[in-house]
């Protein structure tokens, strides 16, 4: 009893004190249909669809000097870059800035080959990821919204091909 009372007695002068609480982490952005919309990965999908598509995604914090991607490992995941920097660092020591919307891990997704280029966060990041086995699922049990992904995935590094061709001319 006796014990009882002291411990009451600690918890009511812990609260007149008050005692300092964690700080609360802020929530993680999610991945709904609307923001999916503005996004060229998802471009021509139905809001049914992407509501479909956003349910493989989750977002996820990486601290910034996070080495992401290694060249020559496999990363296993497909990302877009939902807040913050990350660089792309070539064989070639080329340093590419990727901002908000970047789409990586998409050549290894598609190839299945090791990772060509390292990823480091040169901020606090938050990616929203999916592994391939969510993704292989979905493409199959989806073949409309996997060939419209793929379509977009495709669009998008042909796009970042035809801008490197047209910088070394």
């Known amino acids: 009893m006796k014990a009882l009372r002291g411990a009451i007695g600690l918890v009511l002068v812990a609260a007149m004190v008050g005692v300092a609480q964690e700080p609360t982490k802020p929530a993680l952005p999610v991945l709904d249909a609307a923001k999916m919309a503005g996004m060229p990965l998802f471009a021509g999908l139905t809001d049914a669809e992407l509501g479909v598509m956003a349910g493989v995604w989750q977002a996820r ?7 992401l991607i290694t060249k020559g490992g496999s990363f296993g995941k497909v990302v877009i870059l939902d807040q913050g920097k990350a660089d792309v660092r070539l064989p070639n020591n080329a340093v ?10 998409e050549m290894e997704y598609i190839d299945r080959l090791p990772s060509s280029a390292d990823v480091f966060c040169t ?6 990821e999916t592994d391939y086995a969510a993704l292989d699922r979905l493409l199959q049990e989806q073949p409309k919204v996997g060939i419209a992904f793929l379509r977009n995935v495709a669009k998008i590094v042909t796009g970042r091909l035809r801008e490197r061709n047209e910088a070394q001319r």
């Open 61 to 67: 914090p990486y601290p910034a000097g996070t080495h």
């Open 96 to 105: 590419i800035p990727m901002d908000t919307g970047a789409l990586l891990g």
């Open 123 to 128: 901020t606090d990041c938050v990616f929203y």
